[in-house]
Structure formats: C-alpha cells, structure tokens
C-alpha cells in the first residue's frame, strides 16, 4: 500500500501562485510515476502533469508555461508549482502515484481562483 499526503491547495487571486506538495509512504518501488489530476464541479478529472521517476515530464495543454512539476526522489515527494493562475484553473488537485499496474490517489486539495 502506498499513502499520499497532499498539501499546499487555497485561496488565491487570478494571476497569483500556488505550490502544492505530495509525499509518497508506504511500500514505495523506486521505479514509478507521480502527478496532479484535477476535477472542478460538474466536470471529469483530468490530468495535469506526470513526472516519471526518470524525470519525464508530461503537461496538458492548459497548464503549459504556467505550471511546473518536479520530484524529489529521496523524499519521495511531487510537487507543482502553479503560476499565473486563472479562474478556470479552480478545482480539486489530486496527487496520483502510479507503479506496476497499481494507482493510488490522494485525497485531494482545493485550488480556488478568485477575479
């Protein structure tokens, strides 16, 4: 079993940063892959950015130049740096980690964006 711990989510402004963090414990493989998924209301999650443990990066369209993920691979440990942040960009962030056939989630952050 792997456990997720996210933190970092809020209240902000347009235009304005968040950071957001997840910690990975539990039965960690050295070989995986981490990232942000996120749903607003009334829409299905969707994925953000994935980083392999390899530091292969993958970003949806939307975030590009405004977002960017990294890891710490000794502390097992994703992170997303959230800039110039827009209304639409408000919604529950999920941290996932995925390795072996096997995906885990976290329980959420809520990232609001306020005009």
């Known amino acids: 079993q792997v456990q997720l711990l996210e933190s970092g989510g809020g209240l902000v402004q347009a235009g304005e940063s968040l950071r957001l963090s997840c910690a990975a414990s539990g039965s960690i493989f050295r070989i995986n892959v981490m990232g942000w998924y996120r749903q607003a209301p009334g829409k299905q999650r969707e994925l953000v950015a994935t980083?392999?443990?390899?530091?292969?990066?993958k970003y949806v369209d939307s975030v590009k130049g405004r977002f960017t993920i990294s890891r710490d691979n000794a502390k097992n440990t994703v992170y997303l740096q959230m800039n110039s942040l827009k209304l639409e960009d408000t919604a529950v962030y999920y941290c996932?980690?995925?390795?072996?056939?096997?995906?885990?989630w976290g329980q959420g952050t809520q990232v609001t964006v306020s005009s």
């Open positions: 996932s980690y995925s390795t072996r056939g096997f995906d885990y």
């Open positions: 980083i392999t443990s390899g530091g292969i990066i």
